[in-house]
């Protein structure tokens, strides 16, 4: 959590991602979450199965299992 210049504070959202089985998986979701405009700081954890980031506006569901399906994982 950090506070943006407007002092509000970034909201944390956590999904959880089926078939990461080893570093290469977390770069490739790492960087198709990133790439989703309004989120930030990502951060996936391989053993979890989960990906953290923070998003400056509300980003739909939709939009993020889009992009995971896309980078060949699934939210789940
Ligand atoms: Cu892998």
Redesign the pocket.
């Known amino acids: 959590m950090f506070e943006n210049r407007c002092g509000v504070v970034t909201p944390m959202k956590t999904v959880k991602i089926k078939g ?3 570093q ?2 977390v770069n490739a979701v790492t960087k198709a979450l990133s790439e989703i405009d309004g989120v930030s700081n990502v951060n996936v954890n391989l053993s979890a199965g989960e990906a953290t980031f923070e998003e400056a506006r509300p980003v739909h569901s939709d939009v993020i299992a889009e992009k995971v399906k896309k980078a060949g994982f699934e939210i789940g």
């Open positions: 990461m089985s080893c290469h998986c």
